[in-house]
């Protein structure tokens, strides 16, 4: 394949639309939403109405508010995050073929960038619309721009990506941090081409702007961080993290239950079998370090480095969800395959070739096989009970199964209950919820075939309470069915207690 001016982008729409058709494979064309998902939603529909007045509360408002921006131009929210999440992808894909050195273009590295979009990472955050895909467009563009110092635009391209990075995610403080390490490196470099003043100018307004940003959430909650519980994690966990985080791309290439099917972390094969993937990892980004031959290698090994040393030490301090997650593995997906394209191609081209066919072909058989009821119950009949009675401007409550319900609507939707902080979500305290604290409430049951004992125990649960509230008067009962219960809450009568 030779490269040509438009290349780039070619290559780069064709692999949108091929993550855009496994999305709509994996999922059945129906949304996955979780919590995250549902909260990115939400946080859509209200910023279209009005802007934030502080950074972020558990995420920054990046994601949000980009997608806010595209549904002023007729998008649903669920529809900008979607063609924001695909933008992603399309920046990702553009981003590697145009940064390729023209020797490393081919139908190997093609198949590179096959084998990194059909990975069920990628699909799968796509349909679940959360904010890793463009995070991770934004890392690879600073790795990328890292690179290509002493530029001007490449370093105002560095500091550009630095700050959009962490305005989608905190942990994208690294690359604000990573720039002063990578000036030090590149110092003499700078100095031959008169560049120091303009990358330390730059670099102090990058500081700045970062630091406002920070402010503003202070301001608002006394905290930068937010509502984020930083400092109660035992940082004596950091190692059992960092194997953690070497499950990632297990997961990403194959799937979440697999730490779980050898014990978990905690056991001495979880342990031993991610510090071994860690190990691999690290072994190879040190041979490559040490054999570079072009500052981009280096910018590019460096911030893979710096984000997942960032994650582990994040996670180290702060309770999250677990860095075996697939998605924690992505802003490192693609600068893995830059290195890989650049660097063992020529090499070791059937090998590669191989090894992208074995995984393109698990990846669609995994596709074929789809997103477990576990994960996306079935709302079609909440979904039509609600479309016939919800009017413009009611609100809605549901439980976690009926979280999708979310993207359907343009109304506001809202759990069972939140904490007196106004923005962490109570999805199991379900004693808290009051039918009337919104217009309806719908409770979707778990899927029969999947539901576990904890889930039945909830669906219990929530029986109660439904009785309970119809019993009182707060709520009356519009439609049910053996998956789901519609209810209307009553507003309490003037004078009434």
Not at 61 to 81: D, E, V
Not at 282 to 299: E, H, I, M, N, Q
Not at 326 to 332: I, K
Not at 401 to 417: G, K, S
Request: glycine letters at 8%; a positive charge; aromatic letters at 12%.
């Amino acid at each position: 394949m030779k490269s040509g001016k438009g290349s780039p982008l070619l290559v780069a729409a064709l692999g949108t639309v091929l993550v855009s058709v496994l999305a709509v494979i994996w999922s059945r064309g129906e949304p996955v939403i979780g919590h995250d998902s549902f909260s990115y939603i939400e946080l859509t529909k209200e910023f279209r109405e009005h802007p934030p007045d502080h950074f972020g509360d558990w995420w920054p408002f990046g994601l949000p508010l980009l997608a806010a921006a595209l549904t002023h131009f007729g998008l649903s929210a669920f529809a900008g995050l979607a063609a924001v999440t695909a933008a992603a992808y399309l920046g990702m894909i553009w981003c590697f073929w145009w940064a390729l050195p023209d020797e490393s273009k081919g139908w190997t590295t093609l198949a590179l960038v096959v084998t990194a979009i059909c990975a069920p990472v990628c699909p799968i955050l796509l349909c679940m619309v959360w904010s890793e895909p463009l995070f991770s467009v934004f890392v690879f563009g600073f790795a990328i721009a890292l690179g290509r110092w002493p530029s001007k635009r490449a370093i105002v391209a560095a500091m550009v990506m630095a700050i959009a990075a962490f305005c989608v995610r905190y942990v994208g403080a690294f690359a604000v941090g990573l720039i002063g390490l990578w000036t030090l490196l590149q110092w003499n470099s700078l100095g031959r081409t008169q560049r120091r003043g303009f990358v330390v100018v730059s670099y102090l307004v990058t500081i700045l702007i970062t630091g406002f940003l920070l402010y503003l959430n202070y301001r608002h909650s006394g905290s930068i961080a937010g509502p984020q519980p930083v400092g109660r994690e035992p940082f004596s966990l950091w190692p059992q993290h960092l194997a953690d985080f070497g499950w990632s791309p297990v997961s990403a290439f194959i799937s979440n239950s697999v730490l779980r099917d050898v014990g978990g972390i905690r056991s001495p094969a979880g342990l031993a079998g991610g510090a071994a993937l860690i190990a691999g990892v690290g072994w190879y980004l040190f041979r490559r370090w040490k054999s570079a031959t072009s500052p981009a290698t280096t910018a590019v090994i460096l911030t893979i480095a710096g984000y997942s040393l960032a994650m582990v030490t994040l996670r180290a301090t702060t309770r999250f969800d677990s860095l075996s997650n697939a998605r924690t593995f992505l802003p490192v997906l693609f600068p893995l395959a830059y290195l890989v394209a650049t660097g063992e191609v020529g090499r070791f081209r059937r090998a590669v070739m191989l090894g992208c066919g074995i995984s393109v072909t698990a990846s669609l058989l995994l596709a074929a096989r789809g997103i477990s009821p576990k994960v996306k119950p079935d709302i079609t009949a909440a979904r039509s009970a609600l479309a016939r009675v919800l009017k413009p401007g009611q609100t809605v409550a549901v439980n976690g199964e009926a979280r999708a319900l979310a993207a359907y609507f343009e109304n506001r939707f809202q759990p069972p209950a939140m904490k007196k902080d106004g923005v962490t979500a109570l999805w199991e305290t379900l004693e808290l919820w009051d039918a009337r604290n919104s217009d309806f409430t719908v409770v979707v049951e778990p899927s029969k075939t999947t539901a576990s004992a904890e889930s039945a125990a909830e669906a219990a649960r929530w029986a109660d309470l439904i009785r309970r509230a119809v019993a009182s008067g707060q709520a009356k009962i519009v439609a049910a069915d053996n998956s789901f219960v519609l209810l209307e809450g009553l507003k309490a009568a003037p004078g009434s207690p």
